[in-house]
């Protein structure tokens, strides 16, 4: 979130830096939501993304995806569970 973003409390505004605040992905969620997040803004070189719970289930989806698109992401593990993906300029940290 940026720092003209945090000010504002309504979800439905949109930022002036950023654009749209509030994303939903209802059909091929896993495709838009990386094809968004890829999308960085200008001002931002490398996108971070918190992906809670992902080290025991929700990292398949993205893994499979990545393997679609035929990207080769640097795995940090902790035994079986993922720890920290990194694939183009998105980093994924559980």
């Known amino acids: 979130m940026c720092s003209k973003r945090e000010a504002v409390d309504d979800l439905s505004a949109d930022c002036e830096q950023c654009g749209k605040r509030v994303h939903a ?17 200008p001002f931002a070189d490398k996108v971070y993304v918190i992906s809670h ?16 698109l035929r990207w080769s992401p640097q795995l940090i593990m902790g035994g079986s569970k993922f720890l920290s993906t990194v694939v183009e300029n998105l980093h994924f940290l559980d």
Do not use: M
């Open 25 to 41: 992905f209802w059909q091929d969620t896993v495709g838009k939501c990386i094809h968004y997040l890829q999308r960085s803004p």
């Open 53 to 68: 719970k992902s080290r025991g289930y929700d990292a398949q989806f993205l893994l499979t995806r990545f393997s679609e």
